[in-house]
């Protein structure tokens, strides 16, 4: 019988290797598939394991002080902290970090915009007499605003040694003329926060012991005799950030000028042996002169627009000057100004909602607009008799952002990630405050300054992290919340942000228009981690349904095409148990061939894999179906009346069945699979850990999509197949009675097409119904009832193909 076996599989050799295909298909393709839709939970499970924790785990607050957008949507934005009102004490703090689940409680006081000492910038000496007319301004990358007013200076010569004639005289100050043409930089406002250094050590790695450098150190001597001369005031040691600069911008231009320095002494009342400055008292006459060389016209004039930021940091300026080919560089010698006890507050922005859309409007207009309540306070060293502190800057330090990071534990008073307009434009902070976008923290101080500046309560935020975790799983997280659950009852306000991850955030900035900032998501870590067991588990579940009924529908197939041959052996004395043993032994030998290819190529997909495990139920499964299926006996029908409706689809419906079965559940998988897991990468695809999981997982999923699309072809061409064969006399009858090749090809997809509609509508009427259980969107129902329609194009094409072999 072995011989008889092997001889009919031989002299079947298409019919053969496409039954040898099928079943390969069963036992590779399902296999496969489940296992890359293992392997993307556990690449899910693994990412978050590995980048779900950021810097710290829990953000700590004072009662009440979480934000309206926070409460709306559940993010915050990037610097949270600054304009912080504060609300926890410093022996608060301590007392929080002694816990001993805590290894680490990094206290940040927000105290606000404060500035440094002033730099100023040499203007060049001419050849010739000249006007220079200049503007500061800051920006905000996109748009300049002027800071004070703009000024006039008249250059007449260089030619007595060590003393420049010129004449300025800007209106409300003295009149400054002789030695040296010196412009004196406009004020920055820049934010400061005040930490605990050795906590926020621990925290960043940031070094900031230069927060206890000497005061009576010589490098600070200068200083010290200033604030000598204030009577001693308290001293405020600031770090500055060092890749922090200043948004200060010059323009300049320069006109030569046709007038005689001995004619405007005259005008002054001095004679030629005396300089300009000896004309210091003379208001007046000064007044007339400054509007008289003012309307001289010029000639040769030429603009620059200096960027003095690349020079300038927040809280020590560098010294300029202009040299005569009008290139800026640092300079010895200028003047400073130590006016620092001025500083400002400012409150949170109110964003607001229009549907969807966070708009951001306008405080107060201005140059630049104001999005932000700004309140002054302190007071000016030349307005009060007692100055409540001066800044000092003793040093730097560096913040540079964790490039590629997928958690977000925002330190709140770090990050310099950009801001961008809808044409790509970056938007900076300006040097005034009042900026819609998020200032990083110019400097930092320490914890008794900021109590100096704020009171007993400064501390507006506390970032913790627990002690003992390795890995972000189950038993941390626990550890995390049990620690926040304590934290909650004491009065505080809690955020676990570990698990949190980046997010682009649009917002509607009234004067700008569309903007893009990186926000925080605040437990995005669990949201991906059910959204993914949800995703995995209807995938593995509808696999297996498919691969079940598909193995189903090919066994029904071959019982099928062996009805006649059963017959034909039957009555040349063949029993029943020895056709059944034939046809059995037969399946046995295909199936176990099919079975030992599928094993050594999932040998070269995984080494070692449940998937060997999992073709092996399969193999031993469909050797018990088929059994099963060709032992079973069917009773024969004997119609006494004819079809009157769709009578060849229903006298083939025992082969058309199978095949509208494998239809009905692959559109049903698709529709299902694809709304789900658009719905899933597109709720992820918001953040940073969430678009490095759909990355990692995007090529699996689509993968296990193009199984069930190349199981269904399979299915498709056989199930064509063995009705063209069945009807093969039926066909050759319509050709001999005139029909037509096309005719024919034309009436039996017309046929095909009926069936083939009824099981995909079946479908997506299954996979609609399910999908509104699960409560998906209705946006990615109709995407997913949309890609199931791929299964129409399938039966066209395998109709084609099958009636091509056919004719062949």
């Known amino acids: 019988m072995i011989r008889l076996i092997i001889s009919r599989i031989l002299n079947r050799k298409i019919i053969s290797l496409i039954m040898v295909i099928a079943f390969l298909s069963i036992f590779f393709l399902i296999p496969l598939g489940s296992q890359y839709t293992l392997q993307s939970q556990v690449s899910v499970k693994n990412t978050l394991e590995k980048h779900g924790r950021g810097s710290y785990d829990i953000l700590l607050r004072p009662s009440d002080s979480r934000t309206e957008i926070e409460k709306t949507i559940g993010i915050v934005e ?74 006039i200076l008249t250059y007449f010569d260089n030619s007595k040694p060590d003393n420049l004639e010129y004449v300025w005289y800007p209106q409300g100050q003295d009149m400054l003329a002789g030695k040296s043409m010196y412009v004196v930089l406009p004020p920055s406002y820049h934010l400061l926060t005040a930490i605990d250094p050795e906590s926020e050590k621990q925290l960043t790695g940031i070094d900031f012991s230069d927060l206890y450098a000497d005061l009576d150190d010589p490098k600070f001597s200068l200083f010290s005799q200033m604030r000598q001369n204030y009577n001693n005031p308290p001293v405020i040691k600031v770090l500055q950030r060092s890749e922090i600069d200043n948004q200060i911008h010059m323009e300049l231009s320069v006109e030569k000028l046709d007038v005689s320095l001995a004619d405007y002494k005259k005008k002054l009342g001095l004679t030629d042996e005396q300089i300009l400055l000896n004309a210091y008292e003379k208001k007046d006459e000064l007044g007339k002169v400054v509007e008289e060389l003012n309307k001289e016209p010029g ?84 307005e009060s008799d007692e100055v409540p502190f001066m800044i000092l800057q003793t040093g730097e ?222 193999f031993l499964f469909s050797l018990v179906i088929t059994y099963g299926v060709l032992a079973r006996e069917e009773k024969s029908r004997v119609r006494l009346e004819a079809y009157k409706n769709f009578s060849s689809i229903r006298h083939y419906l025992s082969i058309i069945a199978p095949t509208m079965l494998t239809l009905f559940t692959s559109t049903f998988l698709l529709i299902v699979q694809m709304a789900i897991i658009g719905e899933t990468i597109s709720e992820m695809d918001n953040t940073t850990m969430g678009q490095f999981i759909n990355n990692q997982t995007l090529t699996i999923q689509m993968t296990i999509v193009a199984m069930t699309i190349l199981l269904t072809v399979v299915s498709m061409i056989e199930g064509v197949h063995s009705l063209i064969l069945k009807r093969k006399d039926e066909f050759n009858m319509y050709h001999t009675i005139g029909w037509t090749k096309s005719t024919i090809l034309k009436h039996f997809l017309k046929e095909v097409l009926l069936w083939v509609m009824i099981a995909i509508f079946a479908g997506v009427i299954g996979g609609y119904s ?34 091509k072999y056919e004719n062949d």
């Open 78 to 151: 990037e610097n949270y902290v600054g304009d912080g009102k504060g609300g926890i004490s410093i022996s608060e703090w301590e007392e929080i970090k002694d816990n001993p689940d805590i290894e680490v409680a990094a206290p940040v006081a927000s105290l606000g915009y404060f500035t440094g000492r002033q730099a100023s910038i040499i203007l060049p000496p001419l050849e010739h007499p000249a006007r220079f007319k200049w503007q500061f301004y800051t920006s905000d990358g996109l748009n300049k605003y002027p800071l004070g007013e703009k000024q």
């Open 299 to 382: 000639s040769d004039r030429k603009d620059f627009d200096f960027d003095l930021s690349i020079f300038q940091r927040p809280f020590e300026s560098v010294a300029m000057k202009i040299r005569d080919d009008f290139k800026v560089e640092t300079s010895n010698g200028s003047m400073y100004s130590f006016n620092t006890s001025q500083y400002y507050t400012a409150q949170k922005i109110d964003y607001k909602f229009k549907g969807e859309q966070i708009q951001v409007e306008k405080v107060q207009e201005g140059n630049p607009p104001s999005y932000k309540e700004v309140v002054q306070k302190g007071a000016g060293l030349e």
């Open 397 to 618: 330090f560096t913040a540079s952002e964790k490039k590629g990071q997928l958690a977000s534990s925002p330190l709140g008073i770090y990050s310099t990630s950009t801001t961008t307009t809808s044409k790509g434009e970056s938007l900076t902070p300006t040097s005034v405050p009042g900026s819609f976008v998020p200032a990083p923290s110019s400097g930092v101080t320490t914890l008794d300054s900021a109590e100096l500046v704020k009171g007993d309560k400064p501390i507006d935020a506390i970032r913790i992290r627990i002690d003992e975790i390795t890995k972000y799983d189950a038993s941390a997280q626990a550890k995390i919340e049990n620690v926040a659950k304590d934290l909650l009852e004491a009065g505080y306000e809690v955020d676990i942000v570990a698990g949190s991850s980046f997010k682009e955030q649009q917002l509607e900035v009234e004067g700008i228009g569309q903007v893009t900032e990186p926000w925080t998501t605040l437990g995005v870590a669990q949201a991906i981690e059910t959204s993914w067991n949800k995703t995995i588990n209807v995938a593995l579940s509808l696999f297996f349904l498919f691969g079940l009924s598909w193995l189903m529908a090919r066994l029904v197939f071959e019982k099928n095409i062996l009805k006649a041959e059963n017959q034909t052996l039957f009555l040349i004395g063949w029993s029943p148990k020895k056709i059944l043993q034939r046809n059995y032994s037969e399946q046995v030998i295909l199936q176990s061939l099919a079975f030992l290819t599928a094993f050594i190529l999932l040998f070269f997909v995984f080494e070692k894999s449940y998937a060997f495990l999992y073709a092996m139920g399969l």
């Open 770 to 803: 399910l999908l509104v259980i699960l409560k998906v969107p209705l946006l990615w129902c109709m995407i997913g009832l949309l890609f199931s329609l791929i299964n129409i194009i399938i039966p066209i094409l395998t109709v084609v193909l099958a009636k």
